[in-house]
Nanobody, 124 residues
Framework: QVQLVESGGGLVQAGGSLRLSCAFSGRAYSSYGMGWFRQAPGKEREFIGAIKWIGGSPSYADSVKGRFTISRDNAKMTLYLQMNSLKLEDTAVYYC?????????????????WGQGTQVTVSS
């Protein structure tokens, strides 16, 4: 069974930075494709980016490209989402997700496991 635990959310002023973490527990972690999503109140879950545990480069949504960076620490089985130049519209609950097939997937339905989410609030 896969478990994902996000941490690192909080309140930050516009223009500031936060780093989120997603700890993966379970077997065969490298076979999973990983993604970051967010969901603001009243809106659909939005793709932020995706990464594989082995090889390749992350992919990003246009809305965060150049501001957000996804990285991984395979030894710790942990993903990171570094968020810089935060804007008010980045306020949301942020989720990491794991899909059983390794790849870079955009659609939420592609992912099989989700963390509990962590709140990010950007203030003016």
């Amino acid at each position: 069974q896969v478990q994902l635990v996000e941490s690192g959310g909080g309140l930050v002023q516009a223009g500031g930075s936060l780093r989120l973490s997603c700890a993966f527990s379970g077997r065969a972690y490298s076979s999973y494709g990983m993604g970051w999503f967010r969901q603001a109140p009243g809106k659909e879950r939005e793709f932020i980016g995706a990464i594989k545990w082995i090889g390749g480069s992350p992919s990003y949504a246009d809305s965060v490209k150049g501001r957000f960076t996804i990285s991984r620490d395979n030894a710790k089985m942990t993903l990171y989402l570094q968020m810089n130049s935060l804007k008010l519209e980045d306020t949301a609950v942020y989720y990491c997700a794991a899909g059983r097939q390794s790849g870079l997937y955009v659609l939420p339905r592609t992912y099989d496991y989700w963390g509990q989410g962590t709140q990010v609030t950007v203030s003016s």
